[in-house]
């Protein structure tokens, strides 16, 4: 296969070079660009909301926490 790769949003892209994070100017990585990591971007995103540094920490649900819902969810049953 030698099929060319054509870049999607080439067109919106003004420079092919590698942006940098504006949060902490690493060089960005591509699921987050242009921030170099998910907590730049939440970072970003939180000052766009103007809620300062209040975005919380944790991710999704723990594993702690799902097994005590399904202990639970056992319980009632
Ligand atoms: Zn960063």
């Not at 590698?18 to 990591?37: D, Y």
């Not at 202990?71 to 009632?76: A, M, P, R």
Request: charged residues 25%; glycine residues 4%; contains cysteine.
């Amino acid at each position: 296969m030698s099929a060319k790769i054509i870049p999607l949003k080439g067109a919106a892209v003004t420079s092919s070079k590698a942006t940098s994070c504006p949060q902490c100017g690493t060089a960005a990585v591509k699921p987050h660009t242009p921030f170099c990591s998910r907590r730049c971007a939440q970072l970003d995103l939180g000052r766009w909301l103007n809620e300062d540094y209040r975005i919380p920490a944790h991710e999704a649900m723990d594993d702690s926490d799902i097994d005590a819902l399904l202990t639970q969810l056992e319980k009632d049953d």
